[in-house]
């Protein structure tokens, strides 16, 4: 069965550090991966996603991710963090294939920027 | 340009009662999704709807679990002789459906508290 792993549960940081969350999954076949985040009070929205092609995928608000297959990763990253990405980031996989696409997420990282 | 609704917001129930869950997807998304968040814990797939049919309950725990979704727009969750254990936040939702990676939009959620 597909998994997903997030390491960091959770990760405190001032403002304008770098930041790089950890996503790794088992899953050997075709896969599309995903980054959603929920900010405090509010929804899960998506942040951005890896389909197909460059595996370098930027998202909104500065946040990008890089797909290696070879490492099952797909790490979260933003340069100079602000304290308005306080918020939980759930880390997300799908088969890749159409009417199977239930997601499968990781636990979560829980992230405190502080002014 | 409503996104998913999903009501009650909170529902508070007796072990062993029933109750229903409502989901109310973006118009025009065929595909719709329940998803359980327990704490500490990121999503867990229950069910996936493509237009009326059920495409995948693979996630739903055991029978006294059950979804419909009669029109292809709203859906219901339902939840026979509810436990304990059933308490969590019950995530809706929903997407184009047409092709791969589609994203998915979610809803506030329900809070179900099993007393």
């Known amino acids: 069965a597909q998994s997903v792993s997030q390491h960091n549960h959770h990760v405190i940081l001032s403002e304008a550090a770098s930041l790089e969350l950890g996503c790794n999954y088992s899953?050997?076949?075709?896969?599309?991966l995903f980054w959603y985040v929920q900010y405090p009070g509010q929804h899960l929205q998506l942040l951005l996603k890896y389909f197909s092609g460059d595996p370098l995928v930027k998202g909104i608000k500065g946040f990008e991710a890089e797909f290696i297959k070879s490492k099952f990763s797909f790490n979260l990253r933003k340069p100079s963090v602000q304290w308005s990405d306080t918020a939980e980031y759930f880390c997300?996989?799908?088969?890749?294939?159409?009417?199977?696409?239930?997601?499968?997420f990781g636990t979560g990282t829980r992230l405190q920027v502080f002014p | 340009g409503a996104g998913v609704s999903q009501t009650p917001s909170n529902k508070v129930t007796e072990k062993g009662k029933y109750v229903e869950l409502r989901c109310d997807p973006i118009?025009?998304?065929?595909?719709l999704y329940w998803y359980r968040q327990s704490l500490g814990q990121g999503p867990e797939f229950l069910i996936y709807?493509?237009?009326?049919?059920?495409?995948?309950d693979s996630g739903l725990p055991n029978d006294r679990f059950f979804a419909v979704r009669p029109e292809g727009s709203v859906s219901t969750l339902k939840i026979q002789r509810t436990e304990r254990g059933d308490s969590a936040v019950y995530l809706c939702?929903?997407?184009?459906?047409?092709?791969?990676?589609?994203?998915?939009?979610f809803g506030p959620g329900t809070r179900l508290t099993v007393l």
């Open positions: 997300a996989v799908n088969e890749g294939k159409l009417y199977t696409d239930k997601l499968i």
């Open positions: 899953y050997g076949g075709t896969v599309n």
């Open positions: 118009s025009g998304h065929t595909a």
């Open positions: 709807f493509q237009g009326t049919g059920a495409a995948d």
């Open positions: 939702a929903s997407s184009l459906g047409d092709r791969e990676g589609d994203e998915q939009f």
